[in-house]
């Protein structure tokens, strides 16, 4: 069973350009999760979709980010313009929904803004 | 807001030990807590997960307990191995926000030979 895919491992790229990451759940679940982990503020949930509709977005950060899921398999999430201090690992899980269902990970992107 | 806190941040034990790692939150309103392990360079793997009804979780060597009263999970590894070393983080789901989880920062593992 192929687990969450994420794309590309590893960014990186300069300061005002836009980054997409991408994300492919694993076949059947229903619910998607973008994080974002870094030193400082650990593993922070950024928004997560539910049969392809946003559920909740108030992680996001800031304007510059945004995320889609055209399609129950495939997301992506979109940093334009990026910043240094957008540099992090990005994770993807996906999920049942259903709360008592763990949530998968993909391995995630590390993502470098020069 | 939820706040989690894990204790200690760091650890290290010789093969075979006993060993037990602490995870507080400070909203007792919660509708399940996870435990998961991070190796280096990979995402999180689900390890147990303990429903607000359950008290604990086994699998394997791992057992998970859970106080929702006083805010308080211990996951307990029995006879540790090397293989055992990594980050292991506590994440709890809060009522009305089931899916929404609010991680701790972890404690990084060591088990030397």
């Known amino acids: 069973d192929a687990g969450v895919i994420q794309s590309p491992r590893h960014e990186v790229t300069e300061m005002g350009q836009e980054v997409t990451l991408r994300c492919k759940p694993i076949?059947?679940?229903?619910?998607l999760f973008w994080y974002r982990q870094t030193m400082m503020r650990g593993l922070e949930l950024l928004i997560y979709?539910?049969?392809?509709?946003?559920?909740?977005d108030s992680g996001m950060p800031e304007d510059r980010f945004s995320a889609k899921m055209p399609n129950a398999s495939f997301s992506t999430l979109k940093i334009q313009p990026s910043e240094p201090r957008d540099s992090a690992v990005y994770f993807c899980?996906?999920?049942?929904?259903?709360?008592?269902?763990?949530?998968?990970f993909g391995d995630g992107t590390r993502l470098s803004i020069l | 807001k939820q706040e989690v806190t894990q204790i200690p941040a760091a650890l290290s034990v010789p093969e075979g030990e006993n060993l037990v790692l602490n995870c507080s939150f400070t909203d007792s309103a919660i509708y399940n807590l996870q435990w998961f392990r991070q190796d280096p360079g990979k995402g999180l793997t689900s390890l147990l997960l303990i429903q607000s009804s359950q008290r604990e979780q086994t699998s394997g060597r791992l057992n998970a307990s859970l106080d929702k009263s006083s805010g308080r999970s211990t996951l307990y590894i029995a006879a540790s191995q090397p293989g055992d070393s990594a980050t292991y983080l506590c994440a709890v789901s809060s009522t009305g926000t089931a899916s929404k989880l609010t991680f701790g920062t972890g404690t990084r593992l060591q088990v030397t030979l």
């Open positions: 899980a996906s999920s049942y929904w259903d709360s008592n269902q763990p949530q998968h």
């Open positions: 979709f539910n049969n392809n509709v946003p559920i909740d």
């Open positions: 076949s059947g679940h229903n619910s």
